[in-house]
């Protein structure tokens, strides 16, 4: 046996050694106890006759048991709404609507800029509508910087970050009026 071909076995038994420690180590895994029903049909087979009683047994199947746990923020129901005190806010993976997509004749250069002006409304109005929830949201964490005493730096950053959410929806609503 060559020094190269020694060195590897060596690695190898080491790392299985390894590894039986680790599996050893580990909790086992609960097992559920799975009820099976037998129902033997009769056969005829040259003179012999099966039992047509029912046979009730009791096997044990190593496997792991289903989580009752709550599920995680991300996969959760998105129509339950996580308290700003005990989870970070998570965005969601995929938008809750389909885009829209224009289905009219891209050569008509009007219609399309109509198409893109009703856009253009509908995420201000969008962004308008959303400001209230962000802003609510920033003001429960502001309140909670300031009893956790956060430097005023920012405390401050907090609360220009909310009149910058305010003056924009005011100017958009403005935009939107006209």
């Known amino acids: 046996?060559?020094?190269?071909?020694?060195?590897?076995?060596?690695?190898?038994?080491?790392?299985?050694?390894?590894?039986?420690?680790?599996?050893?180590?580990?909790?086992?895994?609960?097992?559920?106890?799975?009820?099976?029903?037998?129902?033997?049909?009769?056969?005829?087979?040259?003179?012999?006759?099966?039992?047509t009683s029912t046979v009730s047994e009791t096997t044990a199947i190593s496997m792991p048991l289903v989580s009752t746990a709550k599920m995680p923020a991300a996969v959760a129901d998105p129509s339950e709404e996580p308290?700003?005190?005990?989870?970070?806010y998570i965005p969601p993976i995929a938008s809750s609507?389909?885009?829209?997509?224009?289905?009219?004749?891209?050569?008509?250069?009007?219609?399309?800029?109509?198409?893109q002006s009703d856009e253009m409304d509908?995420?201000?109005?969008?962004?308008?509508?959303?400001?209230?929830?962000?802003?609510?949201r920033l003001e429960l964490l502001l309140e909670k910087g300031v009893r956790h005493k956060l430097p005023?730096?920012?405390?401050?950053?907090?609360r220009e970050k909310i009149q910058g959410l305010r003056a924009m929806q005011k100017q958009l609503r403005k935009e939107l009026a006209q």
Not at 122 to 136: E, G, L, P, R, W
Not at 152 to 158: F, M, P, R
């Open 1 to 51: 046996m060559t020094r190269l071909q020694t060195v590897t076995l060596a690695f190898v038994l080491t790392g299985l050694g390894y590894a039986l420690w680790v599996l050893s180590s580990l909790a086992p895994l609960p097992t559920a106890e799975v009820h099976s029903q037998r129902t033997s049909a009769p056969t005829e087979q040259a003179g012999y006759q099966h039992n």
């Open 83 to 88: 308290t700003p005190e005990d989870a970070p």
């Open 97 to 115: 609507t389909p885009a829209r997509v224009y289905s009219g004749d891209l050569s008509d250069h009007q219609a399309y800029q109509a198409y």
């Open 122 to 136: 509908k995420m201000k109005q969008d962004y308008i509508a959303a400001v209230d929830k962000k802003v609510a």
């Open 152 to 158: 005023e730096q920012q405390l401050q950053e907090a």
